[in-house]
């Protein structure tokens, strides 16, 4: 998932799609402490999304694409 997609969503959306993005790494989680995770790469992933998603709403939030200065 790109930035660029993700600030096309609504406000609504995003917060929809960081809640399923928090499930998602729930199960993933469990699933590496029960050993049913094959590919560990994919809770890396999934976090950096959760941080994209944020990213965007902060943004939104605040009021636009502001340089961090």
């Given at each position: 998932?790109?930035?660029?997609?993700?600030?096309?969503l609504s406000?609504q959306?995003?917060?929809?799609?960081?809640?399923?993005?928090?499930?998602?790494?729930?199960?993933?989680?469990?699933?590496?402490?029960?050993?049913?995770?094959?590919?560990?790469?994919?809770?890396?992933?999934?976090?950096r999304?959760?941080?994209?998603?944020?990213?965007?709403?902060?943004?939104?939030?605040?009021?636009?694409?502001?340089?961090?200065?």
């Amino acid at each position: 998932m790109k930035a660029e997609e993700l600030k096309e969503l609504s406000i609504q959306e995003l917060v929809e799609r960081e809640k399923e993005l928090a499930r998602e790494l729930f199960n993933l989680r469990f699933q590496m402490a029960t050993g049913q995770l094959s590919n560990h790469t994919s809770i890396g992933k999934t976090k950096r999304d959760i941080a994209r998603v944020k990213t965007v709403l902060r943004e939104k939030d605040t009021g636009g694409d502001e340089a961090g200065a």
